[in-house]
């Protein structure tokens, strides 16, 4: 059964439901823009020199909390109501 995700509008309260796959295609450009502030939060979060640092991929970590990254990390007029 593949994942599907409930996409809201803020505004108009449209209500949307998507497989994974076509919310990547979808919310593509808000994802790029909570993705990159999700990484420049983490880069923030480690002061060690990064010859110190583990090598954790950012992206793996942003999509464990999906949810509250979309929501949080980027301006856009849609949030994601529920992942199913």
Known sequence: MPQKIIVKHKRTH????LSFREFKKR???ELKI???NF???EDRKNFFPSF????????????????WNFNNLQN???YIERIL
């Open 14 to 17: 449209e209500s949307l439901e």
């Open 27 to 29: 919310f593509n450009a």
């Open 34 to 36: 909570a993705l990159d």
């Open 39 to 41: 990484s420049r939060m």
């Open 52 to 67: 110190v640092k583990k090598n954790s991929n950012a992206e793996s970590g942003f999509y464990h909390s999906l949810r």
């Open 76 to 78: 856009s007029n849609w």
